[in-house]
């Protein structure tokens, strides 16, 4: 069974740091480029940040550009969102997805596999 599951959000203060973690189980993600996508109550799915297919090229949100970083580690077959300088509107439920492609995109629906998702709140 294919799956995607992500980890690692949580509860943090203003200004706090997660490292979101996907995990794939059923296939490599070798063949994939991944997003990480976003989704608050009452606001469209966003897209937050992607990994090419070998690791070599990123694109970031202007949202998040210089606070989010995104990384893929092909022996673990998972793929890492490190978020620093968190805020309030980063509050979300955030989703990982694959997509059989070498660059990575921001159309989510290119995307062949999606997670579930964890959430991610951002309060004092």
Known sequence: QLQLVESGGGLVQPGGSLRLSCAASGFSLDYYSIGWFRQSPGNEREAVSCI?????????????????????????NTVYLQMNSLKPEDTAVYSCAAARRALCSFLSGEYDHWGQGTQVTVSS
Do not use: P, Y
């Open 52 to 76: 090419s297919r070998l690791g070599g090229g990123t694109n970031n949100a202007d949202s998040v550009k210089g606070r989010f970083t995104i990384s893929r580690d092909h022996s673990k």
